[in-house]
């Protein structure tokens, strides 16, 4: 079973930029998908980005769209996570995924996670 780690998060301003790296060890790694979720206290873990292992083609909450950019490195079986212009909203634990079913939006389709990684942004 491949483990999928983190990495990236931390405390930043209204406005401000994070990079947030997943990556993938273990066996031969070939999902379907990846994506990033993100979970505020109290809240759902809810779909941010999924991109595509094969084609890279990629899908976007729409309250990241425009500010985020999902990506991946097929070579080095890890997937990124840009995020810009960054809002006291976007706060949140964030996970990366894997899956051998989609890259979309519902969390049932991934079988894989990450621990998770901190973002705050201060307003």
């Known amino acids: 079973q491949e483990q999928l780690v983190e990495s990236g998060g931390g405390l930043v301003q209204a406005g401000g930029s994070l990079r947030l790296s997943c990556a993938v060890s273990?066996?031969?790694?070939?999902?379907?998908?990846m994506g990033w979720f993100r979970q505020a206290p109290g809240k759902t873990r809810d779909f941010v980005a999924g991109?595509?292992?094969?084609?890279?083609?990629?899908r976007y909450a729409d309250s990241v769209k425009g500010r985020f950019a999902i990506s991946r490195d097929n070579a080095g079986n890890t997937v990124y996570l840009q995020m810009n212009n960054l809002e006291p909203e976007d706060t949140a634990v964030y996970y990366c995924?894997?899956?051998?079913?989609?890259?979309?939006?519902?969390?049932?389709?991934?079988?894989?996670w990450g621990q998770g990684t901190q973002v705050t942004i201060s307003s």
């Open positions: 995924a894997a899956s051998d079913l989609t890259y979309g939006p519902s969390k049932f389709g991934y079988d894989r």
């Open positions: 273990g066996r031969t790694f070939s999902p379907v998908g």
């Open positions: 991109i595509s292992w094969t084609d890279g083609n990629t």
